[in-house]
């Protein structure tokens, strides 16, 4: 059977997630056989199912695009993979807040259960995922005929882009008189994606004020980073949602880790305890946070990070 | 308007877990267990719409064995009115909670459903979906905002790259994210009352539906451990040690 891999795009392009996810999807054909599509549905696409047939693996690029796959709202999409589903043995998504939000959908009107975040995969039917915020990795076994899983992005190595599948249209158009986008309040930035940068500094609670976040832009801008957040620098207002890090926030496995004014709780710990290097600077010597860095100063980030700066 | 949230039995998320020595699942014997934290926001905010005179009646329910009843009083105490316990023993995951979960929608008619975004023990992050998807209801996850109007709910979701605001048909399933609201903690007063409250108790053959499990565990392992590093004593040292030693800024 085959795997039908679903597209994670934003803004008319391609998210770099969906590399990661055709390699998982590489990792089962190994055992399962079969061929790799992609499906894209949205509307416009023609660019991003374009980049899609470049990577490497995929056979075919399936194109839904209509104004009702606009915003890729859960119950339109779902109806669509539930009318392609029956051609594939594994249908696989992003673990992103698009892919959450629409396989389930998927795997119960399938009536199967669904693999959340797999991070390894061991054969065609046994896969990983943590569970307990990471503290504990279950292996999982599914007998069940169609495999709906979503996928942590950082846990596979990106395919490269060399490939050049055929793009095929697909004509289904779903109604959808439930739901609709009413709007969007998207974070603008100049700097890599979370997910994806190799560098990621984070400040926490110590920073002391959204004003103080400031203190990080200019070692972010020698170092190419990404800007993260604890949850309770986010509940403080200091920065935006989408910069948490952490079990219910993004998940970020990067060469170099920087926590400031972090103690480093589980919930956190959960979403970057996989970066290759971690630093924590932080000025309690007992902070949980140390337990984990590969680097620790103890030291004011007010004094730390501008010397730090500096220094770069 | 009805409103019906579900809540869920996990262990107390300050709880450090620990895996069975025999790798069959994560040891949760004697520890504390409590309301999900997304589940309590749920009852929050079903209880503020009672309040604001958008709800009628907040009725709370839970799949699981006969101590998640305590959860279930829990809600109550936080001001749910009565509360329904689907009970069973067998591990259930989130399809076979969600095909309850459709039962006791089908039986109540809520105009509103509200779940917690995922249960912080199987971090599944599936149910409700799955109950929209099983009750052809449309869904607003993620949320960190609701509000009720003119037959609609207008649901803002907290998604990767900001914020998302869509418009929902009622009757409609919504999930909550982090930042919906702050639970309140419940007075001893309305735990006393809570006790009182009208709990009803079913098991999922009485509903006609199946809950175990479909996946097999084959086994639990503990992630593999992180080397705890090295205390640097300068800014200069740890630049030196990120260039020389790990390699990762030139
Ligand atoms: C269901 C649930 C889900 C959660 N999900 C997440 C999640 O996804 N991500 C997340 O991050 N959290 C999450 N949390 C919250 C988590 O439990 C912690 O509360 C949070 O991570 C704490 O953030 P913090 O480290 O910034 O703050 P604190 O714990 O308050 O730590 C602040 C640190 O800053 C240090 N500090 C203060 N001033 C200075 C200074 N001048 N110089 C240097 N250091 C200083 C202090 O020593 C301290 O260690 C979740 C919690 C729950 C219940
Ligand atoms: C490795 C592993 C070990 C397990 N061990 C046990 C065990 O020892 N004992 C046991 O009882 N279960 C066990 N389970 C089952 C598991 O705890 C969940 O009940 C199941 O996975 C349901 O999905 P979820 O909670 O992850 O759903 P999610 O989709 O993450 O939950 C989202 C929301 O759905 C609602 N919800 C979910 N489940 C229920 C429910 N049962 N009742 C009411 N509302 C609900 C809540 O509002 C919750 O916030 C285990 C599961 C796994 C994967």
Redesign the interface.
């Known amino acids: 059977m085959s795997i039908l891999v679903l597209a994670e795009h934003?803004d008319g392009q391609l998210a770099g997630a969906t590399a990661h996810v055709v390699a998982a999807a590489r990792a089962i054909q190994q055992d399962s056989g079969g061929d790799i599509d992609v499906l894209v549905a949205g509307e416009n696409v023609g660019a991003i199912a374009d980049a899609a047939a470049r990577l490497d693996g995929v056979s075919r690029v399936r194109v839904a695009d209509a104004a009702v796959y606009a915003?890729q709202?859960?119950?339109p999409l779902?109806e669509l993979l539930v009318a392609l589903a029956d051609d594939y043995g594994h249908v696989l998504a992003a673990a992103?807040?698009?892919g959450?939000?629409?396989?389930?959908?998927?795997?119960?009107?399938k009536?199967?259960?669904?693999?959340?975040?797999i991070i390894a995969v061991e054969s065609a039917d046994?896969f990983q995922r943590?569970?307990?915020?990471?503290?504990?990795?279950?292996?999982?076994?599914?007998?069940?005929a169609l495999k709906v899983i979503t996928v942590r992005a950082t846990a596979f190595d990106a395919v490269a882009e060399t490939g050049s599948a055929s793009v095929e249209a697909v004509d289904t158009v779903v109604d959808n008189?439930?739901?609709?986008?009413?709007?969007?309040?998207?974070?603008a930035s100049d700097r890599p994606e979370l997910?994806a940068a190799k560098?990621v500094i984070s400040g926490g609670r110590g920073m002391g004020s959204g004003d103080n976040f400031k203190l990080l832009d200019g070692i972010a801008d020698k170092?190419g980073a990404a800007i993260g957040a604890s949850?309770a620098a986010?509940?403080a207002g200091f920065v935006?949602?989408?910069m948490q890090v952490g079990?219910?926030g993004?998940i970020v496995a990067p060469?170099?880790y920087i926590a400031v004014g972090i103690s480093g709780a589980?919930?956190h710990l959960a979403g970057m305890?996989d970066s290759?290097?971690?630093?924590a600077i932080n000025k309690d010597?007992e902070a949980p946070i140390?337990?984990?860095?590969?680097?620790?100063?103890?030291?004011d980030l007010f004094e730390?990070l501008p010397?730090?700066e500096s220094?770069? | 308007m009805k409103v019906l949230v579900a809540v869920k039995r996990v262990i107390d998320y300050n709880v450090k877990i620990r895996v069975k020595p025999d790798n069959s699942d994560v040891d949760l014997t004697n520890v504390k267990m409590a309301m999900n934290p997304f589940c309590e926001i749920a009852v929050e905010e079903a209880v503020r719409l009672k309040e604001r005179g958008v709800a009628t009646e907040v009725v709370a329910v839970t799949v699981g064995p006969k101590a998640a009843q305590e959860q279930l009083r829990t809600a109550l105490a936080l001001g749910a009115d009565r509360a329904i316990h689907i009970q069973t023993d067998e591990r259930v995951e989130s399809l076979g909670a969600a095909k309850a979960l459709a039962r006791v929608v089908e039986e109540e008619q809520p105009g509103l459903t509200i779940l917690g975004k995922q249960a912080i023990d199987s971090d599944n992050n599936q149910t409700g979906q799955m109950l929209a998807a099983l009750t052809g209801r449309p869904q607003g996850t993620f949320a960190s905002e609701v509000v009720i109007e003119n037959d609609k709910a207008r649901v803002t979701r907290e998604i990767d790259g900001g914020l998302q605001t869509v418009e929902l048909a009622l009757p409609a399933i919504v999930t909550t994210d982090l930042r919906l609201n702050e639970p309140r903690y419940a007075k001893l007063p309305d735990i006393m009352k809570a006790k009182k409250k009208p709990l009803s108790v079913k098991t999922p053959e009485e509903l006609g539906v199946e809950v175990a499990s479909r996946l097999t565990l084959v086994k639990v392992e503990p992630p593999a451990e992180r080397q705890g590093g090295v205390k640097v004593g300068s800014v200069d040292e740890l630049v030196d040690k990120l260039k020389n030693e790990a390699k990762v800024i030139s």
Do not use: C, W
């Open positions: 934003h915003h709202l859960a119950e779902g992103t807040t698009t959450k939000n629409v396989m389930p959908r998927l795997a119960a009107l009536d199967v259960a669904q693999l959340s975040e046994t943590p569970i307990y915020a990471g503290n504990a990795i279950a292996t999982v076994q599914s007998d069940d008189a439930l739901s609709s986008f009413v709007g969007e309040e998207l974070a997910g560098v170092l949850r986010v509940d935006p949602n989408d079990q219910t993004k060469e170099l589980i919930q305890k290759k290097v971690i630093v010597e140390f337990q984990v860095a590969d680097y620790g100063l103890v030291a730390a010397e730090l220094k770069l």
